[in-house]
């Protein structure tokens, strides 16, 4: 018999087994490995004594959506760094998955009209001039390069006739500016930097839940973490950490598009280190998303024509944009909504309150042709078919604004020396008030990247710190566990956060007041002190993925008491902060940027002026 | 009250177990959205994956009565309605480690991914800087293969895995290598084909488990067979695969129809099927399976050529030569 | 039953599963379903040719298509894998690769218009069980069956959408119309390995031993297929697997056919049920 006859049971795994070698350098194990050997040749100093060992590397990313696995990349290339991504699932599950527009980025071909300064432009204006234009100057630049160069790195880009990358008008822009890869942008762009992660020789250590950061001297030594698959807790040294762990909209929980992952997990680790979080009531509404869970219908369903309807059947946005209707700005449009059922005009009530959404004039073809994603959603979520029903739908939280305090847009560097931030958990700030379409996924392609960059450069220099902080967390983690899973009484902690959505959507949600935010904060501190004694009815070591859901509601809480508390002292309206008490915006009290931190227990609130450069504020109209 | 029930199949790092988990029938549910209302309002302790709940992440694949789909995109209904009962085995997708419950492990899939040689290496032409150029036909070309949400569902079921997975790898990572292969912007499309010819790419048994199961319509069993022909087309002609399936084209263009008697040794090679076919040559005479007469003529003459050979040849010159 | 189709018998019918081709005819014949052969049909591909030239496949099969077209006939195959490639030629076809493809035919004076359909004699049988069942002369009352649907015949759904590819039934239904009891294997929906016998042999013979092994385990007189295919790889490999794997080696596989012929009282000769590996003569005892 030839080669080939007999099974091939050693080949493979042996070249998979290289392969992942090769991958990492500097390591020289495959997986879960216990010790690392960092950039200078030395190994742990844990490791040589013989005591347990502790990991280390040189780069640690924390979180893999497309910020991560882009400065995950570029550390790689600074060369003979160890570099690991860390993620609570595997890879590939995050929200930039969902991005369905494209990616803004103006590029130049024969013809063009636009310009980076008017891609500046339409940022700042977005941002309701809470943007930082220094940073918006060097983003619009970056971004322009950075879909120039994931085109070169494998991301299938829709295309023109004549080859070049295909662009779409986007809400807020005043030229076609947005690349794309048909409606699925996002998936295009963070399985091609997975794929460009991979072949670059990126180790991943998958199902790894952020616990917290490790912090000696106001410098950051790495992160604590719990391996999901054996229950331990680790910790993990690092010269220099990246957070690219995404946004906080779970806070709303069943009112948000995002995934279920997007806990803000590493802003709340940030926040617990010591380090400010910006801007944090500055979170963007979409107008609609399913009754049920909030995923998002597309603006396309009223692109092509949908009618909104309240109880009465009316197309109620003559109410609101007589003119335009249904297709008015998402923020006009999702306030419209909320009146509606707050006048007791919708269906239901509480959080599963909604409007209708009726295609049904359109035509069966027309819905089977054009909106075939729409339709399926509804069949999903709502076992409802567009083309016999209409469907049910509410605002839903998209996007988060703010985010871990970044000191310096050019590095992504945080005040805190070793610690960098990245993508939608940080807040240059790039998106100010107001996030327009297109501008998440270059963002998370030019911060990551630079980040990346940035953080290689200071791992080449830096000591491996050691991991006395490290080892103390752990251990406090350790108690927490066994202390919190031992509780057999209290309230579900499912409920808490159930709780706390309601909360957050009455108090802080589309429309915000004094009294309506008081109260938020008051009971989102009940809520968080009750949470401290509920029940999480599972004290097992293995994939405990009830102990790992405590542990994000408890982020979630904490992220939200600090949105609340800006949210509160911000008594003006600007971008997707609408205070009905303080309908107009005010430049001269709040042209500032919000600082919460966290001392034991208490928040506190500091201010730090906006960049402005070359546009001065002016109204936002459309 | 209809009552539905979901026998799950519990794993807790040591012990197994199958739990039965009883709730009220709604038609508004999905897969998903059961196993979430079992979690929460029964037991804490299920274990499974779930992320974006809207069929574009991958996480939340399981098994229902043995079959991979991805739960957020199924309804509940769907899935009673095809097995016509209300009680349902849900497991973890096949051909993965377990880690617990419904959650599986990806740290050596991911390994494997890695064998695909992933990440466009483009053409001289392009650069980062300038980026590439492709027309919309080729992109359209690649499309399909980029719609992979890396679920694990093709993997679940695929027959070959299942048997042997140390020769053979996941339909996702041929088409992950595929993309790359018919990518126009790929400066050399082979430098994928040849890693995977390496790994398996002949072996796949045409189950077509993978074409079925994909949840994006993919077809992982059509991205191995491009590459196989790919690799057939610059000349890769050697080994069982290539011969077996150039044994049935040539019998094609010759006679119009397959020569049994010829297949072996053509695929084998003459000694190796005279030696390790003895048996199996034997038995089949014996049988009368085949008769030794009609064989030996099949061997030396063919086929005799079907009716309207001519034009059979034509239309087989036009397509390869002809357009 | 007066039925009449453009009968695609595919290679493997014509000479390694010439048994098969014996009791389709026969059956056919018992039922007065006229089979009229495809004059110069021609090798559909086996899923092999599709490998290395994709579209010399596709043509070759729209002109098989258009052959039959000519009859004024639909085709009907005993071939799982037959049926597949030319269900996928002909959805290809209609759905757009028509023109294109007919500029190959007209070299060949041949043109493909879409009339045609193609089902397979496994899907005409149990459409039209309860017409046919009061023909069973000889009910195989003792007779324990364990079906093997075999890929092709329900994957991808797609293509080979006439039952549940997750739950089928209709060889269940054949298997009781002969009077038979069905023997439901995990096996049952699993792949025989055929297409991949040269290059993934240890696979294939391990496959093979497994749906042998499990039908007898099970209880089941014999494994009934409606692919010759399958058919000819558990029997004929059935002991080459017994020897690799240490198990199965002694499971008569039929085609689906030879048991409904049984049924219907055809002579065994007819059946072509000498000429198996595995021998058919304790299974042919209790009918």
Known sequence: MSEDNKDDTSSLSRRTFIGACAAVPLTGAVADLAMASTADGTQGAAASSGAPSTMSFDVLVVGSGGSGLRAAVYAM???????????????????????????????????????????????VKGSDYLGDQDCIDFFVE??????????????????????????????????????????????????????????????????????????????????????????????????????????????????????????????????????????????QFHPTGVAHGGVLITEAARGEGGYLLNNKGERFMQRYAPGKMELAPRDITARAIETEIAEGRGFGEGMTAYVLIDLRHLGREKIIERLPQIRHVGLMFENIDLIDQPLPIRSTAHYSMGGIDVINFHTMETAMPGLFACGECGCESIHGANRLGGNSLAAAMVTGKEAGIAAAAYAAKAQMPDDKALQRLADQWRDHFRENTARTKGTPFTEIRDRMAQV?????????????????????????????????????????????????????????????????????SRGAHTRVDYPKRNDKDYLHHNLVSLKGDELVLNQRPVTIVRFKPEERNY | MRTITFDIDRFDGTRSWTQSYAFEYDPTLTVLGSLIRIKEQQDPSLNFTASCRCAICGSCAVRVNGNAVLACDTRLDTVLKQWGADTLHISPIGNFKVISDLVVDWGDKIERLRSAKPGLKAKKEFSADSGCQQ???????????????????????????????????????????????????????????????????????????????????????????????????????????????????????????????????????????????????YRMLKHGKLGALEAAELYLTDNKPIEGIDGLRKIIRYERDGK | MTRKYAFFPGCVLNAAAREAREATEAVAARLGIELVEIPGWSCCGASQVQDIERETALAVNARNLALAEKMGLDVLTACSTCALMLRTARQELLAGRKDDINKALAT???????????????????????????????????????????????????????ESHLNPQSMETIITACGATPVLIPERLKCCGFHAVFPAEPTALRLTANTADDAKKNGADCVLTPCPLCQMQLDMYQTDAQAAVGKGGDTPVLHLTQLVGLALGIEREKLGLSRHIISTDALLAKC
């Open chain 1, 77 to 123: 290339r600074a060369g003979n760094l160890s570099v690991a991504v860390v993620s609570k699932t595997m890879p590939t599950r995050s929200a930039t998955c969902m991005a369905e527009g494209g990616i803004n980025g103006v590029i130049s071909y024969p013809g063009q009209k636009d310009s980076l300064d008017s891609h500046a432009f339409d940022t």
């Open chain 3, 108 to 162: 060949a004076g041949l043109e493909y218009k879409g009339t045609a359909d193609v089902t397979h004699i496994l899907w005409l049988l149990a459409d039209t069980a309860p017409e046919w069942a009061p023909l069973v002369k000889k009910p195989l009352g003792k007779v324990k069956v364990a079906s093997f649907y075999g890929c092709h015949t329900v994957r991808p759904p797609k293509v080979m959408d006439h």
């Open chain 1, 504 to 572: 957050l959507w009455d108090g802080m949600g589309i429309y915000r007041t004094e009294k309506g935010l008081a109260a938020t904060v008051e009971a989102l501190r009940d809520l968080h002190a009750e949470y401290r004694t509920a029940s999480i009815g599972n004290a097992g070591q293995v994939y405990n993925s009830a102990y790992t859901h405590y542990i994000e509601v408890g982020n979630l809480l904490t992220l939200a008491r600090c949105a609340a508390l800006a949210a509160l002292d911000r008594r003006e």
């Open chain 1, 142 to 283: 970056k971004a322009s390069e950075a879909v120039r160069e994931t085109d070169f790195w494998g991301t299938p880009y829709s295309r023109a006739k004549d080859g070049r990358i295909d662009q779409r008008f986007m809400a807020g822009h005043q030229f076609p500016r947005t690349n794309y890869s048909a409606d699925k942008t996002g998936h295009a762009l963070l399985h091609s930097n997975f794929d460009y992660a991979l072949g670059a020789g990126v180790k991943f250590l998958i199902d790894y839940q952020l616990l917290d950061v490790g912090v000696e001297d106001g410098v950051c030594t790495g992160v604590v973490m719990r391996n999901l698959k054996t229950g331990e807790i680790v910790p993990v040294r690092a010269r220099a950490v990246i957070m690219a762990t995404g946004g906080y909209t779970r806070i709303f929980w069943t009112r948000t598009s995002t995934p279920f992952i997007a806990t803000g997990d590493g802003t709340a680790a940030a926040l617990r280190a010591g380090l400010p979080f910006k801007d944090p009531e500055m979170i």
């Open chain 2, 135 to 281: 027309s919309p036909a080729d992109f359209a070309k690649i499309q399909k293969q980029w719609d992979c949400i890396l679920c694990g569902s093709c993997a679940s079921e695929c027959n070959k895995l299942t048997d042997n997975d140390r020769d053979f790898l996941e339909p996702f990572v041929y088409t992950h290598a595929n993309r790359y292969a018919q990518d126009s912007r790929s400066a050399d499309g082979m430098v994928h084909v040849k890693e995977m010819v390496k790994q398996g790419l002949w072996k796949c048994l045409h189950c077509m488990e993978c074409v079925t199961k994909c949840p994006k319509q993919i077809a992982p069993a059509a991205d191995i067979a491009a590459m196989r022909a790919m690799a057939f087309a610059a000349g890769n002609t050697d080994g069982k695969g290539p011969r077996h399936a150039e044994a049935f084209r040539t019998d094609l263009e010759n006679t119009g129809r397959l020569n049994e008697v010829r297949l072996v040794p053509r695929t084998e090679g003459l000694i190796d099927a005279a030696t390790g076919r003895m048996g199996f040559t």
